[in-house]
């Protein structure tokens, strides 16, 4: 059973501060990570996508994979009150196109 | 860009009637469709994978005579949810992945169905 763990939450940060997102997965053969921002009642939106070990940054939010440890993070830099959402972590697990999500981590950003 | 439409975003239906969903890529081909569920403060759940010309891959527990997919274009697959009754009220979200492109999924806007 191929599985992405995720902290439901909720995970408040005040206004500024960073916020530190989790996922683990199961499949060692896992190659490509998502994280999609997913506010109430709307679709997912992709945030970030990384396929190699280490850290990738792309203005305030920065991935960071370790595949020994089978973990991948979201760093949120400077947390605004409109980062208040959903954050799913996607694993598209080896062989196959498919993502499996995670039950999504809830963040609330308090101004 | 890569933009995904689905229509209706949202539909109310009486019990025992059909519903058909359709989830278009606007500009590019989308070899292969994904068709998801998402039932209050839960996860995606991936019902089914579709493919351009074939029959589509149900996911485990999710019955293909119930949820017919089909995929006629590059840029159109459609989920008709038949008999609906109130259990399958949740909301439908599609993806696509560009041709030659796997790993990257772009998702529709999603369709909310309320089954009375």
């Known amino acids: 059973q191929k599985e992405v763990e995720q902290n439901s939450g909720p995970l408040s940060v005040p206004e500024g501060a960073i916020a530190s997102l989790n996922c683990t997965y199961s499949?060692?053969?896992?190659?490509?990570f998502f994280w999609y921002r997913q506010y109430s009642g709307k679709s997912p939106e992709l945030i970030m996508s990384?396929?190699?070990?280490g850290d990738k940054e792309d203005g305030r939010f920065t991935a960071q994979l370790n595949k020994a440890s089978q973990y991948v993070s979201l760093l949120i830099r400077d947390s605004q009150p409109s980062d208040s959402a959903t954050y799913l972590c996607?694993?598209?697990?080896?062989?196959?196109?498919?993502?499996?999500f995670g039950t999504g981590t809830r963040l609330k950003v308090l101004a | 860009g890569a933009v995904v439409s689905q229509h209706p975003s949202w539909v109310i239906c009486k019990s025992g009637t059909s519903v058909k969903i359709e989830c278009r890529s606007l500009?590019?081909?989308?070899?292969?469709m994904f068709w998801y569920r998402q039932f209050p403060k839960q996860s995606l759940m991936l019902m089914a994978t579709?493919?351009?010309?074939?029959?589509?891959?149900?996911e485990q527990g999710v019955e293909k005579d119930k949820f017919l997919i089909n995929h006629a274009s590059l840029t159109l697959s459609t989920l008709t949810v038949t008999s609906a009754h109130p259990e399958d009220s949740s909301f439908y979200i599609c993806?696509?992945?560009?041709?030659?492109?796997?790993?990257?999924?772009?998702f529709g806007p999603g369709t909310r169905l309320t089954v009375l």
């Open positions: 499949d060692r053969g896992s190659q490509s």
């Open positions: 579709s493919n351009e010309g074939s029959k589509a891959t149900y």
């Open positions: 500009d590019f081909q989308a070899t292969t």
């Open positions: 996607a694993v598209k697990f080896g062989g196959t196109y498919k993502y499996i």
């Open positions: 990384i396929y190699s070990n």
């Open positions: 993806s696509a992945s560009k041709a030659g492109h796997y790993n990257e999924q772009f």
